[in-house]
C-alpha cells in the first residue's frame, strides 16, 4: 500500500497570508489527524477528521482549520500567518475504527516558513 | 492532564553499545503506547507499540515492555549503528481524549563510529 502522502513539501509565505496543505491517507483508512512540530513547543496536536467530521480538537486558535473529503484526504488552513506559524506540518492516517488498537501512520510532513 | 516524560538528550554512543531511552508517562487509565523514530528531514515511523500491561512491542532490534506499575515505557536495543542515529518519541494515547497521540519532548541519539 502507498504511504500517506503530503503535498506541498515545502512552502515560504509572508505574514498575512493565507495557506492550505494537503494530505492523502493510506487507502481504507478513514482517519486523518494533524500535528505542528516546532522546536520550542515539539508536537502539537491540531485536529482531526474522521468520514468528513471534525471529530477531535486540540488548542490552536480558530486562524488554523480543517476539512475532510469524501475520499478521506484532508486539507488543512491557516489564516492571517505569523512568523509562529513556521513549522513542520505532520499529517497522519489510521484506520479510524480500532479505539485503543489503531496506529497513526506519518506522512513526511510539509515545511512552512513564514517570513 | 495525560504527559509523557522522555530523557533530555541528546544521547551520545558509540556503535554497539547498549542503548535506553527513559519513558514515563501520566495517565488517568490505561493508554497505549507508542515510540516513533524521525530520521533527519523525514516525517515520523512507528517503531514499536504496546496496547495493554506488559505488552512487549519489538522491532528492528528495540524492545519496549508496557509497565504499568512503574507507568514506563523505555526503549532498549542491545548494539547500536550508525544507522540508528536519529530523534526518537515516546507517545500514548487514551480514550478520553479521542486516541490523539500525545507527545514527549524527543531524545535526539547519536551514534559513532
Known amino acids: 500500500k502507498a504511504g500517506v502522502t503530503q503535498t506541498p513539501r515545502y512552502l515560504i509565505k509572508t505574514r498575512g497570508q493565507q495557506v492550505t496543505l494537503s494530505c492523502s491517507p493510506i487507502s481504507g483508512h478513514r482517519s486523518v489527524s494533524w500535528y505542528q512540530q516546532t522546536p520550542g513547543q515539539g508536537l502539537q496536536f491540531l485536529f482531526e477528521y474522521f468520514s468528513e467530521t471534525q471529530r477531535n480538537k486540540g488548542n490552536f486558535p480558530g486562524r488554523f482549520s480543517g476539512r475532510q473529503f469524501s475520499n478521506s484526504r484532508s486539507e488543512m488552513n491557516v489564516s492571517t500567518l505569523e512568523l509562529g506559524d513556521s513549522a513542520l506540518y505532520l499529517c497522519a492516517s489510521s484506520p479510524g475504527t480500532s479505539g485503543r488498537m489503531d496506529t497513526q501512520y506519518f506522512g513526511p510532513g510539509t515545511r512552512l516558513t513564514v517570513l | ?113
Open chain 2, 1 to 113: 492532564g495525560d504527559s509523557v516524560t522522555q530523557m533530555e538528550g541528546p544521547v551520545t554512543l558509540s556503535e554497539e553499545a547498549f542503548l535506553t531511552i527513559n519513558c514515563t508517562y501520566t495517565a488517568t487509565g490505561y493508554p497505549s503506547l507508542f515510540w516513533y523514530v524521525q530520521y533527519p528531514g523525514e516525517g515520523l515511523q512507528l517503531l514499536l507499540k504496546a496496547t495493554k500491561a506488559d505488552d512487549k512491542g519489538s522491532n528492528k532490534g528495540f524492545e519496549a515492555t508496557y509497565r504499568k506499575e512503574t507507568t514506563s515505557f523505555h526503549l532498549e536495543k542491545g548494539s547500536v549503528q550508525v544507522s540508528d542515529s536519529a530523534v526518537y518519541f515516546c507517545a500514548l494515547s487514551m480514550r478520553d481524549s479521542n486516541y490523539q497521540l500525545i507527545w514527549g519532548a524527543g531524545t535526539k541519539l547519536i551514534i559513532k563510529p
